[in-house]
């Protein structure tokens, strides 16, 4: 999800950079590789340039996944007897709706109650 | 954030962390001071002559001292400009996204609204112009009428709303229209979010003003979370579920079940209900549809009705919570209860004072988006331990033969009667 995405790509970024300052300070105290500093110069710039590129370009992304938030019971029960059913919300319900005869005894059922639970997830 | 709900859009909220921004920036900063020190060392010096020149000859002096110099600029003249983009950035991400929430709650109108229009009539460009209708506040310099004044421009836009609702959705029953104009108002809203925070984004760009941008993004987690409200609205009101802020509907529509109801103001409905030998005048707005009616003048038309003789009027509704407090959490008070911009609220304070009826209030905590969307299990629960409550206060407040009103305030959609 976005909330783990975008710290990932900002530890990477950092990470990056991070590289590119040992590889710096790495060419000017240690003498030997003193001769390749210009190539270690232009690793350097590069993890910089990736380094800004990833952190730049992750945060863009803000495409959100649709998914389903919420679980939406219907509660049917009835006037005549205490019969309590659940099912899952179906467009065009409303509570004190009547929904036909009684499954138990001669009453009419109606809605209860509409409501959401939240869906829990990882 | 409330724990263990699961919203990815909750999370976006906080999702905009400028300290990693800052962080980040900082780390680049002192990175290329460093790199740019030693291109400078590499060009001007012998190969390994290292980070900080250590010669006595002229030119290590030099490159240390504009080495310091360059240090101390970055820091000291380019750090506002840095500071700026960092948080020009986070806006820019907002906007982005603001403006995604708003195309797609225009898209979700647009959608809801083609179930009900007449075929080969293109409704796109009458909703879209339509998102931009606003409403001009009474002045208020010389308030004397002003709620009048107030009431009757709310009026003239309820009306506008429900012209043009019946224009383009002209197969749309009662309720239907009336979720329908709920609809736009959600669009409504996250257009106006939308078009202020770009406002702001083109101002602070053209005036390059970093006190623009932190203002901006200070309030952004708020004002993204506002949106974020009004666009989970958007769903629910579509699919016709009831919403948090049908509590007080919930409540009078419980407690007036199985009885007859009559209409007594402009989408009000009421019935009258024993409990414990108290005469109870129930009233709610008239559902399933998203409506909230005029609560306050049927609260006024019942009492002038009766000549002032009833003994307490006792007001349920949704109540703003603080962060902390618990969804759900029913607590009792004094005072109107009703969240409307002035008139109806007023109405009932007034005819309630003229008559020296107290006025009791019970509401039930939720935040807005919990108020906007579907309703949870807990304000379901609520809901009993209100009517609890408003017997328990009945039969200790008042005397056997009383009259008294019990007013459930709230948008009724989803909820009948
Ligand atoms: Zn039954």
């Not at chain 2, 005048?281 to 005029?294: F, H, S, W």
Request: hydrophobic content about 45%; charged content about 25%.
């Amino acid at each position: 999800m976005q909330r783990d995405r975008k710290p990932k790509f900002a530890i990477i970024s950092i990470l990056l950079t991070f590289g590119a300052f040992i590889l710096f300070v790495l060419a000017t105290i240690v003498d030997p590789l003193s001769t390749y500093s210009n190539i270690l110069m232009v690793a350097g710039l590069a993890l910089l340039a990736a380094s800004w590129g990833v952190y730049f370009i992750g945060g863009r992304s803000l495409q959100r996944a649709e998914v389903a938030t919420e679980n939406v019971i219907t509660v049917i029960g009835c006037k005549g007897c205490d019969i309590r059913e659940e099912r899952p919300f179906s467009e065009g319900d409303y509570v004190f709706k009547e929904v036909g005869p009684c499954k138990k005894c001669a009453g009419t059922s109606y809605i209860r109650a509409i409501y959401a639970i939240p869906i829990k997830k990882d | 954030m409330p724990r263990g709900s699961g919203k990815p859009q909750k999370l976006a909220a906080i999702s905009y962390i400028p300290w990693l921004g800052d962080f980040k920036l900082e780390i680049n900063i002192s990175t290329i001071s460093i790199l740019l020190n030693i291109v400078v060392v590499n060009m001007v010096n012998p190969v390994g002559q290292g980070l900080f020149p250590t010669g006595n000859d002229l030119s290590s002096i030099i490159l240390n001292i504009l080495w310091v110099v360059f240090f101390f600029s970055m820091i000291l003249l380019f750090n506002q400009r840095l500071q700026i983009w960092t948080y020009q950035r986070n806006v820019e991400k907002a906007t982005i996204k603001l403006q995604m929430l708003a195309d797609k709650s225009r898209e979700e109108a647009l959608k809801s609204v083609q179930k009900y229009a007449q075929e080969n009539i293109d409704i796109r460009s009458q909703v879209t112009s339509f998102l931009d209708f606003f409403t001009i506040e009474p002045v208020d310099r010389d308030p004397f009428g002003v709620l009048n004044r107030l009431e009757h421009l709310l009026d003239n836009r309820r009306d506008r709303f429900k012209a043009f609702v019946a224009q383009i959705a002209p197969k749309a029953g009662k309720a239907e229209a009336a979720n329908t104009e709920d609809i736009l108002e959600a669009a409504m809203a996250l257009n106006f979010i939308f078009k202020v925070v770009r406002h702001y984004l083109i101002l602070g760009k053209k005036t390059k003003s970093l006190m623009i941008f932190v203002q901006l993004d200070m309030q952004l987690p708020l004002i993204m979370k506002m949106a974020e409200a009004y666009f989970n609205a958007q769903k629910t009101f579509s699919a016709g579920k009831p919403i948090g802020d049908g509590l007080g509907p919930l409540v009078a529509s419980k407690l007036m079940f199985g009885q007859p109801k009559r209409v007594i103001a402009e989408d009000i409905v009421c019935s009258e209900v024993d409990i414990s030998n108290r005469k109870a005048y129930v009233l709610k707005a008239e559902g399933p549809g998203g409506l909230l009616g005029k609560p306050g003048e049927a609260v006024k038309r019942l009492v002038e009705d009766m000549g002032g003789k009833v003994a307490r009027i006792f007001m349920v509704d949704a109540s703003s919570k603080l962060e902390g407090e618990n969804t759900g959490e029913v607590v009792e008070g004094v005072g109107a209860a009703i969240g409307d911009p002035g008139p109806e609220k007023y109405k009932i304070e007034e005819v309630a004072t003229k008559y020296k009826i107290p006025l009791d209030a019970i509401v039930c905590k939720m935040d807005l988006e919990e108020a906007l969307t579907t309703m949870k299990k807990e304000i379901v629960e609520a809901s009993e331990i209100i009517i609890e409550k408003i017997k328990k206060a009945i039969v200790e407040r008042t005397k056997e033969g009383d009259v008294v009103i019990i007013a459930g305030i709230g948008n009724t959609i989803g909820i009948g009667q």
